[in-house]
Structures are given as structure tokens and as C-alpha cells.
């Protein structure tokens, strides 16, 4: 079965300092996309960032970064210069079936408090 | 409107009645979808519709009933439920099955 976990279900910041969110996964597949979601109190979820398992780069997003680790199968989300708007729920969400199918599947989420 | 908006935004239902929640996305996607999303579990994906046809039923009781009537429009039919069907109902969509996908506010539903 492909598994999405998030070992940390809660995290805090300082504003102004940076943050890393876990994520581990499990797939059998070579090619497939990887993303970052985040869901604010309002419960809207927002796509943070996508990263490409073909592409050696880490993707960027302004403030938000990953740390992919195609062969440990780690992907986690950097936060620099923490903003009181970026306190939400992350999710990291893995598309089972690879590139081919939007069955996405989601870990568990990890809570995200921001501290003035 | 903009991007994925969903009708109602909250709503109350005894376990006999019969309810729709809408959703519709002004993204020009071809791929809809709907999940669950309960207190301290993570998001379940009920539903994957693409161009009108239903690819995915994930193992989703008869009591709902999803309908996606062209590309830009998804209800999710309601009856019978229980109290543990009480959740808030994200939709999605994305340009194609191989995209991200973009959510709407989701509907909270309480079913008493």
C-alpha cells in the first residue's frame, strides 16, 4: 500500500525563523509528483509547493522550500522567515499511481503555530 | 466567481433526509473530485470524475451518490446518512488527472 506519513503533529516557530515540516512516503514508482498543502484556520486548502521526482532540484516557492530525498523517500517543506499568516495545517500529499493519476493521498498533517 | 466555490458552505441534516452539495470550478479543469475530511483523520478521497466520467469509488457507502453533469459542475447526493458521516466535504479539481489539484471551502456537514 502507498503510505504518506507525518511524524510531527505539531510544530511551532518564531516569527522571522525557519521551520522544517517531515514527510515520508512509500511507492513502488520511479516517476510521480510530490506536494505541500496547507489548510489556515478557514479551512481552504492551499497548494504550497510541487515537486517533480524526475527533477534533481529542489523545487522553491519564495519562502517555502523542499528538502526531496528521492531515495530515502523524504520530502520535506522548509519555511524561512516564518510569518504569523503561514500558522495552518501542512499536508503532504503523494498521487498513488504516480504520474498518471490524481488519486492523491494525504498524510496525517502536522499543525503549524507561529509565534510573535 | 473564482476558482472552486461549493454550495452550502454548512449544513445541518437529519439522518432521513435527502441533501446535494454542489461544487463548481471556474478553472476551465477536466478533472473533479470529492473527499472527506473528519476530526483527526486525514483527508479521504471519495470520488475522482474525469471528463464527466467517474474514474475512482473509493470504497464509498451507496449513501452517496456523486453526479458530475459536465466538466464544470460536481454534486455529491445525500441520503440516509449517519452521525459519523458528519464532516467537512472538500472539492477539487485540476486541469488533468496528472496535475494539482484546487480546492473549494468545503461544506461543513452535520448530520444529526
Known amino acids: 500500500a502507498q503510505t504518506v506519513t507525518q511524524s510531527q503533529p505539531e510544530m511551532s516557530v518564531q516569527e522571522a525563523e525557519t521551520v522544517t515540516l517531515s514527510c515520508t512516503y512509500d511507492?513502488?514508482?520511479?516517476?510521480?509528483?510530490l506536494f505541500w498543502y496547507k489548510q489556515p484556520p478557514s479551512r481552504q486548502m492551499i497548494l504550497v509547493i510541487r515537486?517533480?521526482?524526475?527533477?534533481?532540484q529542489n523545487a522553491t516557492e519564495n519562502r517555502f522550500s523542499v528538502n526531496f530525498q528521492k531515495a530515502a523517500k523524504s520530502f520535506s517543506l522548509k519555511i524561512s522567515d516564518s510569518q504569523l499568516g503561514d500558522a495552518a495545517m501542512y499536508f503532504c500529499a503523494y498521487p498513488a499511481g504516480g504520474t498518471s493519476y490524481g488519486k492523491l493521498t494525504f498524510g496525517q498533517g502536522t499543525i503549524l503555530t507561529v509565534h510573535p | 466567481e473564482t476558482g472552486v466555490t461549493q454550495t452550502p458552505r454548512h449544513l445541518v441534516m437529519g439522518m432521513t433526509n435527502k441533501k446535494s452539495l454542489k461544487c463548481e470550478q471556474h478553472l476551465g479543469h477536466n478533472a473533479m473530485y470529492w473527499y472527506k475530511q473528519s476530526a483527526k483523520k486525514p483527508l479521504e478521497l471519495m470520488f475522482v470524475y474525469s471528463l464527466e466520467e467517474r474514474v475512482e469509488n473509493n470504497s464509498v457507502p451507496s449513501r452517496f451518490s456523486p453526479e458530475c453533469p459536465n466538466s464544470s459542475h460536481l454534486f455529491l447526493h445525500l441520503h440516509t446518512l449517519q452521525p459519523e458521516d458528519s464532516a467537512l466535504y472538500l472539492c477539487a479539481s485540476s486541469q488533468s488527472l496528472v496535475y494539482e489539484q484546487f480546492f473549494g471551502p468545503g461544506t461543513r456537514l452535520t448530520v444529526l
Open positions: 515537486q517533480e521526482a524526475y527533477k534533481q
Open positions: 511507492t513502488s514508482e520511479s516517476d510521480y509528483y
